[in-house]
């Protein structure tokens, strides 16, 4: 009798840690986070990164979102679902994301971009969250010097071949007061003939910009 009291107590002492435990998701790159009533959303959201399949993402990250009570679990949301809008190209939403992060926990997007190193989407996260903290219209979420960092890592790993990453160094470069650098690195994109006449005069643009020491600003990349 004691030995099968013993076991019902060692089983219901399992279901105990199990239930206290469930609601721990792993993050890429950060450990476990305690997600509440967040977890399964976040969890599903993760393997569904996992696939590629985006949409799918979005949408788990967004019940994240709305099932979140701690703010710095919401903001990691916010932090991903922004990744995960910039990789299907819908920046103005990923843009709108980021700032929700960054207003509820600073800390959320270096969790974010700790994780997204391992992403195979690694430079087109750099690249937007290196446009968003170089142009953002509101100064408390720009960091030229970080933007920079993360802008000439995404220019190696694009082997300086892509002229939407080279000109987001720029836009950082100006942001961080390096404006004559912005200016040289703009200009060398004018040599690429496969620049549209659109393209062409918008970096003409930026380029007497940052001549004239003024930083670009815009909501989108």
């Known amino acids: 009798m004691i030995a099968r009291w013993l076991l ?27 997600a509440g009533d967040a977890a399964p959303y976040l969890s599903q959201a993760l393997e569904y990164r996992r696939l590629g399949f985006n949409e799918w993402e979005i949408a788990e990250l967004e019940n994240a979102i709305g099932h979140a009570r701690d703010p710095k679990v919401k903001a990691i949301c916010y932090a991903y679902c922004g990744g995960a809008y910039s990789r299907v190209k ?5 843009m709108r994301n980021y700032e929700e992060a960054l207003k509820l926990d600073p800390e959320a997007l270096a969790y974010f971009e700790r994780g997204m190193k391992i992403s195979p989407h690694h ?5 937007s969250f290196a446009w968003f903290r170089s142009t953002c219209p509101d100064r408390s979420f720009r960091n030229g010097i970080e933007a920079t960092r993360m802008a000439k890592e995404a220019c ?10 080279i000109d987001t160094l720029a836009a950082a470069e100006a ?16 040599e690429h003939k496969d620049l549209t006449n659109l393209g062409r005069k ?18 989108i990349r």
């Open 123 to 127: 430079d087109e996260l750099l690249n």
């Open 202 to 219: 918008e970096i003409e643009e930026r380029v007497q910009q940052y001549k004239n020491h003024e930083a670009f600003r815009r909501s």
């Open 175 to 190: 942001e961080a007061g390096y404006f004559e650098a912005a200016a040289s690195v703009d200009a060398k994109i004018l």
């Open 90 to 94: 819908r920046y103005d939403k990923a």
């Open 156 to 165: 190696e790993r694009t082997k300086w071949r892509n002229v939407n990453v």
């Open 8 to 34: 019902v107590a060692g089983l219901l002492a399992i279901s105990v840690d199990q239930l206290f435990a469930v609601n721990e998701v792993a993050l890429p790159g950060m450990g476990t986070v305690d």
